[in-house]
């Protein structure tokens, strides 16, 4: 049997045992842990030197999400800030409002007579903003206060319109809809006028995020306003659910053209900072293997570089270890400039405007670009037809009630899609002409009259005649 003196020193053996371990432990515990915070300074230090998870990530970049919506103020940078995006923006509102309207009726006093009404109210400075604070924010609407007698929340009575008031144009952003739907696209009956933007991320095709929005409202709404009386503009429509998920508003042309512009800039970013940095400067290190896998060192190696290229921006001078070996290398830009010009194709594909409308130059590809340009003023006779023709013809209502101006029954609502054609193409059709004349003539057909009409400086010498047409054969 063990004595007592035996057992005491076997307890504390234990003892310094069991304490030793629980060192052992803690130490342990703590190195996981510094390994752990190396490892994550590693995976930051990587991400940043490839651009892995973040926006230069090329998965990152190419994936397609899902519809999200944007909040105002990135609207609003977006539209003044992206030259590019600002520059489409602009080119499409302006090619919509270049020519004027005009009201095709026997009656030839009853359009100086509408525009002299439409002129003195600012209608056109009123349809220019709200058809472009459609494009930027996705929805726009011209507040109409006329006076019928009524309140906002009743429909508009337009039999009982007495006066114009005042009319405003309000984007998107201060109104929030009433949860209210008349049909089952989803259009709120009511608007409420709210005193600041609402945006939230929240999903109206969710129940408790529509509780959470109608909180919102009521807690900012000045005033609720029947749809009737307001004239709407949107920039690109949207199916009913997302139009929903977009707290009942249609989406800024920007999503439309973003992706493209974005694609642009950094091409044309990636080209500037290729030829700043040409020639490269390639520095031979020796054992650079082991320093990099090492962190001290490779946070010592780091900043040598730092300070090196901070010597080199500054005094022009570059300074190296006597067994490092130094040269300049200039690579090649063969097949940048294809490159740059497929990126500016879709740029022109994604925002329907041609390559010599956006950039000013020449058309691209193997025709003159008269493809091109016959599809944007399909794209802009659309948008006459559809968004701004309806306002015209409302307004004609209204001043028909107001100003007793009556409506002819022959009208048409018209826009002058004119345009200067090119000195190439005024010769090509002249030679077409020419062509289709002479043939026809050759036929029996006289053509003098059509040629003359067409081309009234062209005209035939007084001496000539037919019969020294034929002398000379």
């Not at 999200?68 to 609003?76: I, P, V």
């Not at 002129?119 to 709200?130: K, V």
């Not at 000013?360 to 025709?367: K, L, P, R, V």
């Amino acid at each position: 049997m063990f004595s007592s003196k035996a057992r005491k020193e076997a307890d504390l053996y234990k003892f310094e045992f069991h304490k030793l371990k629980q060192e052992y432990n803690k130490t342990n515990s703590l190195l996981e842990h510094y390994k752990g915070q190396v490892s994550r300074r590693d995976s930051v230090y990587y991400n940043l030197r490839t651009g892995s998870g973040t926006i230069q990530d090329s998965n990152e970049s190419t994936t397609l999400k899902p519809f999200t919506q944007y909040s105002f103020q990135t609207l609003e940078n977006l539209a003044a800030c992206d030259p590019i995006i600002s520059k489409i923006l602009q080119t499409i509102v302006q090619s919509v409002f270049k020519n004027e309207f005009n009201i095709v009726t026997k009656d030839e006093s009853y359009f100086k007579k509408f525009r002299k009404i439409w002129d003195d109210a600012g209608l056109d400075e009123l349809m220019y903003d709200g058809y472009d604070s459609g494009n930027v924010f996705g929805h726009a609407f011209l507040l109409l206060d006329l006076d019928d007698g009524l309140s906002y929340t009743d429909p508009l009575d337009m039999k009982r319109v007495k006066s114009i008031r005042d009319i405003k144009m309000i984007n998107r952003y201060f109104f929030a809809p009433d949860p209210t739907e008349r049909n089952f696209k989803f259009d709120p009956v009511y608007y409420y006028l709210i005193q600041q933007p609402i945006y939230s991320g929240l999903d109206l095709n969710k129940e408790a995020d529509l509780k959470m929005f109608s909180e919102q409202v009521q807690t900012l709404a000045r005033e609720k306003i029947h749809y009737t009386r307001m004239l709407p503009f949107w920039g690109k429509k949207l199916k009913p659910y997302l139009f929903r998920t977009n707290l009942h508003f249609h989406d800024t042309y920007i999503r439309k053209i973003e992706q493209a512009a974005k694609n642009y800039h950094i091409a044309m970013d990636n080209l500037s900072t290729v030829m700043s940095k040409i020639p490269y400067a390639i520095a031979k290190i020796s054992d650079l293997s082991n320093v990099l896998s090492d962190p001290e060192q490779r946070s010592n190696f780091s900043a040598s570089m730092a300070v090196r290229e901070q010597v080199r921006s500054t005094n022009n001078i570059s300074v190296m270890d006597t067994k490092e070996e130094y040269e300049l290398y200039s690579p090649t830009l063969a097949g940048y400039a294809e490159a740059l010009d497929k990126i500016e194709r879709r740029l022109c594909f994604s925002c329907d405007i041609p390559h010599d409308v956006l950039f000013g130059e020449g058309s691209t590809g193997s025709t003159s670009g008269r493809t091109e340009k016959t599809n944007f003023e399909r794209f802009i006779q659309s948008e006459q037809r559809i968004k701004v023709a309806p306002k015209v013809k409302f307004f004609m209502q209204l001043f028909q009630q107001v100003y007793n101006l009556k409506i002819p029954d022959d009208y048409e609502i018209v826009f002058d899609h004119s345009e200067t054609p090119t000195q190439i193409e005024e010769s090509q059709t002249l030679l077409n002409n020419a062509n289709a004349a002479a043939s026809l003539a050759d036929q029996g057909f006289d053509c003098g009259d059509y040629i003359t009409s067409r081309y009234p400086q062209i005209i035939r010498d007084k001496d000539f005649s037919d019969m020294e047409l034929l002398k000379d054969e």
